[in-house]
């Protein structure tokens, strides 16, 4: 990592032990592992805040479907039946 820094952090001793059976398994640090959970743990948020802050720009643009619309839609669907062929 040419652009890293340090981070510490306090883990349960269980943990740190699972940790270091995995980074053994594997044949990689256990900071390696560590730096890469952190990673997809920001990624995967990082992209769930935009998501949300997205829908709720939408819905300050008055694009969202009322609620009792929604609801009367969704009753709609258990009545719908199919044919068999």
């Known amino acids: 990592m040419a652009d890293s820094a ?16 995995i980074a053994r398994s594997m044949k990689r640090s256990q900071s390696f592992l560590a730096a890469e959970a952190i990673e997809e743990f920001v990624s995967v948020q990082e992209w ?18 009322a609620h009792e619309d929604m ?8 009545a719908r039946q199919t044919r068999s062929s």
């Open 6 to 21: 340090v981070l510490s952090v306090r883990i349960e001793k269980s943990t740190k032990d699972r940790l270091a059976k």
């Open 48 to 65: 769930q805040i935009a998501g949300i802050h997205d829908a709720l720009a939408s819905l300050d643009r008055g694009e969202g479907i």
């Open 71 to 78: 609801k009367a839609w969704v009753a709609t669907l258990g």
